[in-house]
């Protein structure tokens, strides 16, 4: 149940994309089923939807991709994404993730699953499933498990800038966000790092995740 519809609609307009008709026709009869749901679009073709989003009124688009390759190189939509991927390597992860995915589930995802990534991408927040995280998480190499990190040395204002930089803001969109310089946020991105013992913001957020400083 959603507590408030930021669309002022019926529902969470929700737009589908696949390149099988059978998994459309499943993705379609998900969100007709779902009374929090309403389906504004059913889309075949996957490459080009940037520049035909806006036109949708869309608030969430779910994309069913056959293999990685068919995720857009550079795409950044100004909807949130939920993708539908089959075993996606960390590196095609964080890349969906700075593009604007806010979900990332197996093709093969029951219908619970999808609506709650639906509605979690709707609410501004990430949902990965166990098998995603799991494979970010591995592929950074992190402080050794044994090794304590200090989570109180983490102020309020910086751990509200590694959940954002969780959902994939770039430090522009932060800045705003918090009402601060861009300046400000480049310090705090900094001192993140620091105390997590990491080098880049994606090993930063994999750090917040493994340790519960972020929840999906």
Request: a neutral charge.
């Amino acid at each position: 149940m959603i507590a408030a519809k930021k669309n002022g609609s019926e529902g969470v307009r929700v737009a589908v994309a696949s390149a099988s008709a059978v998994r459309r026709a499943g993705l379609e009869g998900l969100i007709k089923s779902t009374p929090s749901l309403k389906l504004v679009a059913s889309l075949r073709e996957i490459q080009n939807l940037a520049g035909h989003i806006d036109a949708l009124q869309t608030d969430v688009l779910v994309a069913d991709l056959d293999g990685e390759s068919s995720f857009p190189a550079g795409w950044n939509l100004p909807v949130p994404v939920v993708a539908l991927a089959d075993k996606p390597n960390p590196g095609w992860t964080a890349q969906a993730l700075r593009s604007g995915v806010k979900g990332i589930l197996p093709r093969d995802a029951d219908a619970e699953a999808i609506r709650a990534a639906i509605l979690a991408a709707y609410s501004g927040l990430v949902l990965l499933s166990a098998d995603t995280s799991r494979g970010l998480a591995d592929s950074v190499r992190l402080p050794s498990a044994t090794t304590e990190i200090p989570l109180e040395q983490l102020t309020p204002r910086e751990l509200e800038v590694l959940a954002m930089l969780s959902e994939g803001l770039g430090n522009r969109q932060i800045a705003d966000r918090l009402g601060v310089s861009d300046h400000t946020i480049k310090f705090h991105i900094s001192s993140i790092l620091d105390k997590l013992g990491v080098s880049t913001r994606t090993e930063a957020v994999t750090a917040g995740l493994r340790i519960g400083l972020i929840l999906l």
